[in-house]
């Protein structure tokens, strides 16, 4: 199994680096598509708070493999065509923004009062006061939460495989495919998946104790 696995690890690799690819781009898009979902819901004007609960609400309730299958298999019928990678990194992203949305809200309510009010005295405007006081406090207090989520986005580009992304998961099907060992190649797929997702979690740790 040991000459199988490191004949193997090559194209595997060449998999993992597209998955780790897509969850860098989802990340890069999706965290600031909810910190802005997170605004909206707390907007003063209760025209812009509905409809942005209306989106996290559905951003959070289709399942993320349908949300796939609508950007790359739909947006065609909308005359958007979007490769197996872009649609991966668009679908993942809403669903990243809709569920990191109430992480944000979360972070930005428990923000002290006073030091709202204190920056307002001083003559803020709300861009000045989200800047300087709103978001370096709100930003410290969930980065741990956040890093936990990017497993769950690593974890969910094995999605891709359903839409021809030529991820990890991807990669392990078509060695399988040739060499009939599916055990043995998705087990090794399996752990490596595991490996990333362990070590981040312990960086997740070790920051949360710093940060205690």
């Not at 597209?18 to 997170?38: D, E, N």
């Not at 951003?59 to 909308?78: N, S, T």
């Not at 990191?100 to 030091?115: C, D, K, M, Q, Y």
């Amino acid at each position: 199994m040991l000459d199988q696995w490191i004949t193997w690890l090559p194209t595997l690799f060449s998999g993992l680096q597209v998955s780790l690819a897509v969850t860098g781009l989802s990340l890069l898009v999706g965290l600031p598509f909810g910190l802005l979902l997170a605004f909206g819901m707390l907007a003063s004007s209760r025209v812009v708070s509905l409809a942005t609960i209306v989106l996290v609400e559905l951003g959070r309730g289709i399942p993320l493999l349908v949300v796939l299958y609508l950007a790359y298999f739909g947006l065609p019928d909308a005359g958007l065509t979007l490769s197996s990678y872009a649609a991966a990194v668009a679908g993942i992203a809403f669903s990243t923004g809709a569920y990191t949305s109430e992480i944000f809200r979360a972070g930005i309510l428990n923000v002290p009062r006073g030091h709202i009010e204190a920056a307002q005295s001083m003559g803020m405007n709300w861009r000045d006061e989200a800047r300087f006081i709103v978001l370096p406090q709100a930003i410290r207090a969930i980065t741990p939460p956040l890093m936990s989520y990017s497993v769950i986005i690593f974890q969910a580009t094995s999605l891709g495989y359903a839409i021809a992304l030529p991820e990890l998961l991807n990669r392990a099907y078509q060695i399988g495919s040739v060499t009939f060992e599916f055990l043995s190649v998705f087990l090794l797929a399996g752990l490596m998946y595991a490996a990333i997702s362990i070590a981040v979690s312990h960086l997740v740790n070790t920051v949360q104790n710093r940060m205690s």
